[in-house]
């Protein structure tokens, strides 16, 4: 996006490929809609990196609270390589159609670079539920399907979900189909 290039793939708004005559061009990327009714804790995190041409480009994230669009996080104004967001807490905009918006905004100025994001993480927690009993052997040890610890995941991509017992983190990687691919 104008930048060091990301490690692995990344969503790119590439200002250049819309032309030298095109002014305030602005491009959003949409996560999928999460039901977060009830949860208690919820945080997110991202790659990102911005290209900023002349003092214009930037990138905005926002999170829907039910009723509008809030802003989370703001890039502007240099050039910034690829970096971690940090974690942010969304707990407060928590609602049964949540969902996040990256906007690339060039600023009404022209042919400028871009902006990119990659490994987007959304965590949350939703109390509750159903128990879920182990038993334990003549060792103390147990072999849990890990199918049972989940409530529901949808995702269009692949998607990887870690849990930790005894502060030992399982990792489980679930690969989807994507449509035409």
């Known amino acids: 996006p104008g930048t060091t290039d990301f490690p692995t793939n990344a969503a790119i708004f590439d200002d250049d490929a819309a032309g030298s005559g095109g002014d ?9 809609i999460y039901d977060m009714s009830g949860s208690t804790t919820a945080t997110t995190s991202f790659d990102y990196a911005l290209g ?3 003092g214009s480009g930037l990138l905005r994230v926002e999170v829907w609270d039910g009723a509008a669009w809030q802003e989370i996080f703001l890039a502007d104004g240099v050039d910034i390589p690829p970096t971690n967001s940090g974690v942010i807490d969304v707990a407060s905009f928590a609602n ?3 969902q996040v918006k990256f906007t690339y905004d060039d600023e009404n100025s022209g042919w400028n ?7 987007f993480t ?8 159903a128990s ?4 334990l052997d003549a060792n103390g040890m147990a072999t849990l399907d890990m199918a ?3 409530q529901s995941a949808t995702d269009n991509c692949g998607f ?3 849990t930790t017992v005894g502060g030992t983190p399982t990792i489980e990687t679930l690969s989807l189909p994507i449509p035409g691919g």
């Open 24 to 32: 305030n061009n602005v491009a959003s990327l949409l996560s999928p």
């Open 122 to 129: 959304l965590d949350y927690e939703i109390p509750g539920g």
């Open 148 to 150: 049972n610890l989940i």
């Open 52 to 54: 900023d041409f002349a």
């Open 96 to 98: 049964a159609a949540f």
């Open 160 to 162: 990887v979900i870690v």
């Open 113 to 119: 670079w871009g902006a990119g994001v990659d490994n």
């Open 132 to 135: 879920y009993d182990v038993i």
